[in-house]
């Protein structure tokens, strides 16, 4: 009776698609296509058939191959971090035991509520968080549960339970549960006895059976310098972090619990469990986002087939089950995920990365001279932006003390500036792609702990040196207002519907996604046309090697080892040069590629 529904639910499921993939086509058919290159009388229909359909094709490829995973490395790499978060775990609560007595040993090391309320409760500023607070919650009960006797069992018996067992003896059925333990108990002896599987039955029952318990948190009463939006003092990881300092680091760095507990034993003691609290997240997040995921989703080859998505608003891929694009930071892999990627048996891995490709894109697109003849002399771009920023280091460089690049044979003669002055060059680098992303002066004061002043002296003098760029932003950002969107190096456009609102920070937020945009939209484009190219490389065909991966800026393709050296080539001669020149010419700035090969991800970086 549900077969015409069904027919009829699917039909008209067919026909909405087609209908608005029709209206679709019909909308990309009246948008004009404005590329890098000048193009005649082709619409954004020309460009989703030259490209989207090629790429869409690329992305089903490598979804169907995915990549070869080592579940046993993962699996002995979740062991240890489960005994990580153990040892962080304990280690908190036996300080914030010293602290405030034994309840702390049941304080929820995740919950943000006790957090809150154990290190900042009474705050004057938040009227509703308490100096003292008793939680509720529920917990997993024991996983295993000692022999009961005849009275526990009754007690843990269900009503249905125990009447079942009365009825077996002949005995009444009403009253209260009380009642029905009360007649039990009364019989039983040599005539009646509770059957032993009756009592392995309850007592299996109360494995893992959530249980009710309660803990009283008593504030230490730390002022909080970070909040949330609910206007509560917030106890994420950066707000940890400052309290916490980084004790393990050579010297150590205290926080701000140093100066709260004393110098000396209490301040270091105080930083240090703050410390395996930041600890114990982080490891919660590996084994939750990678280290278990991971193992589950792999096929019974041992491969992962992950989904692409084209769905961001620049361009970049996403992905999920798993989400390959949220790989840890190589810095902060400790669990060495990325080992777990391999080749198979008698193959390689040839990864392939862009060198500071948003920059590169923003040079051409700008057609800034500084950066443009920084990038063609090779030196270290952003030891470059430090030169240009910092009067210190011009001194140094002129006194010969520091060199700003060398490219001779052996070690330099002098130390670079990228060893000397390495804080320097950090800041110069976040100024960089801060500029790419149109952070405001407020946000880099704040990322480099000055004063709005300060990091607006450094902005100036970084425009000083690049004035084509500031120009480039200004003339991009009047465009977006005329027209109401912005659009990449190929033309892909991204509407900006808001950006004449009549709230400032709307309009603020629209334009630092109208100079977005171009650049990492741009950055999408090269990747998406090199990974066509790969992806129908008839030398990537011959060789038996095939693309498996993209991960922004970064490609993984698998093949036969013994061709490594020829595939290696090819591959970087597609990325270096993705260009077809319909959509994408040449650029002004060479694209730099750096790739290698070995049996893992982690040993390919």
Known sequence: HTFGAWVGYSAYDAEGTWLLRENLEAKLRQMDWQADLPLQNKTMWDYYLQYMMPFAAVLTDMERRGIYVDKQLLSNAEAMARIAMQENEQKF?????????????????????????????????CEDLEESRTFVTTEEGPAVVPDLTVEEALELMTAAMLKAECKRRELRLTGKKSDLVERLLETEGAEWQLPPELIREVREKQKGKRVKKSVTVQSLKMTPTKFAASGRPSVDAAALRELAGRPGADPPEWGRAYAHFGPGTPGIAACQALDALVSLGAISSQISTFLVPLQALADERSRIHCSLNMNTETGRLSARRPNLQNQPALDKDQYRVREAFRAEAGNTLIVADYGQLELRILAHMTDCKSMIAAFESGVDFHSSTAVDMFPHIQRAIAAGEVLLEWHGDGPPPKPLVKDVYGSDRRRAKMLNFSLVYGKTVAGLSKDWGVSVRQAQELLDKWYAARPEVKAWQEETIRIAHAKQYSQTLMGRRRNLYQINSESAAVQKHMERAAINTPVQGGAADVVMLAMIKLNSSETLKRLGYRLLLQIHDEVIVEGPEEHWEEAMAEVKKCMEEPWDNVGLGPMRVKLEVDAKHAKSWLEAK
Request: cysteine-free; charged content about 10%.
């Open 93 to 125: 609560k036996d300080w914030a035991a010293s602290q405030i007595g034994h309840t702390a040993h049941d304080i929820n090391a995740f919950s943000g509520p006790q957090i809150q309320t154990l290190l900042f409760g009474g705050y004057p500023m």
